[in-house]
Structure formats: C-alpha cells, structure tokens
C-alpha cells in the first residue's frame, strides 16, 4: 500500500488537484487499484449542485487518470516524468459519486511503448461501477 506522500514521490500531483489517497495495489507498469475518499470539503462541491452534490465525472475520470500515472511513473525508466491526456475513448458514467463515498480506480495498463501508453480504468462505489472508459496518455518532461 502506498500512502498519499508515498504518492506524492512519484506523481506530481498536488492539493487541491491531488485525486489519489492511496494506493492498495501496485504492479509497476502493470495495474494498480486506487482511492479517493469522497468528502463534503472537496472544493469542487461548492458549485457542482451544492443542493445536490455529486463528484464531476472530468474528475472521477482524472482520478483514473492519476492512479494510471503512478503505474506509469513507477517504472524507473519514467521516473520524473509528467503524464499528459492524448485522450479518452468509450468512457461512460453509470452512477453518481457523493461526498462520504470511497471511490475505487483500477487501471491497467495495456501497453506503453516509449512515450505513449493507454489503458483501460474502472471506478466502483461500494462494488457498483460509476464510471469506466480507456485512457490514452503521453509522457513528457518539465522542459
């Protein structure tokens, strides 16, 4: 299990954007399962229909993105580096995420060949799917 600083060592993620808490799984360069626990104090919630308040799916989708990135950047060879979007395809939303839920992110990844990679994301609530999709990201570097 890796914790939020141990998550913060290797990606470059920070608050408010940091959307990973920890990570329970990790195969580097493989898959890894994530979490995000869900809380009324998420800046987003103040104007996302504050009377009903749900977790924007740009997010739940960034926070696969994210659990992505430490699979990615786990590896030595990527070590340092910065993951982009290239894109996204099929992603669908199945059901809301409220503040107090935990969601989960699996990713695998399904190749990564040498700057570009892509793979396949799954966010759960409770065992019920919120939202799934493939991920397809670039690495770069800071200069």
Same mark, same amino acid.
């Given at each position: 299990?890796?914790?939020?600083?141990?998550?913060?060592e290797i990606i470059p993620h920070r608050y #408010?954007?940091?959307?990973?808490d920890r990570i329970l799984e990790l195969e580097?360069?493989?898959?890894?399962?994530?979490?995000?626990?869900?809380?009324?104090?998420?800046?987003?919630? +103040?104007?996302?229909? /504050?009377?009903? #308040?749900?977790?924007?799916?740009? @997010?739940?989708?960034? *926070?696969?993105? +994210?659990?992505? *990135?430490?699979? *990615?950047?786990? @590896? /030595?060879?990527?070590? $340092?580096?910065? #993951?982009?979007?290239?894109?996204?395809?099929?992603?669908?939303?199945?059901? #809301?995420?409220?503040?107090? $839920?935990?969601?989960?992110?699996?990713?695998?990844?399904?190749?990564?060949?040498?700057?570009?990679?892509?793979?396949?994301? +799954?966010?759960?609530? $409770?065992?019920?799917?919120?939202?799934?999709?493939?991920?397809?990201?670039?690495?770069?570097?800071?200069?």
């Amino acid at each position: 299990m890796l914790t939020t600083r141990e998550i913060m060592e290797i990606i470059p993620h920070r608050y #408010p954007f940091l959307l990973v808490d920890r990570i329970l799984e990790l195969e580097p360069g493989m898959r890894a399962v994530g979490e995000k626990l869900v809380t009324i104090n998420e800046p987003f919630f +103040q104007g996302h229909f /504050p009377t009903f #308040p749900i977790m924007p799916g740009v @997010l739940i989708i960034e *926070a696969l993105a +994210q659990t992505g *990135a430490v699979v *990615a950047l786990s @590896l /030595p060879e990527y070590k $340092d580096k910065i #993951p982009f979007f290239a894109g996204v395809n099929d992603v669908r939303f199945k059901a #809301p995420v409220h503040p107090g $839920d935990t969601l989960r992110m699996e990713v695998n990844l399904n190749k990564i060949r040498r700057n570009l990679g892509k793979g396949n994301g +799954q966010a759960t609530v $409770d065992g019920t799917v919120v939202c799934e999709g493939e991920l397809l990201f670039m690495l770069g570097t800071m200069s």
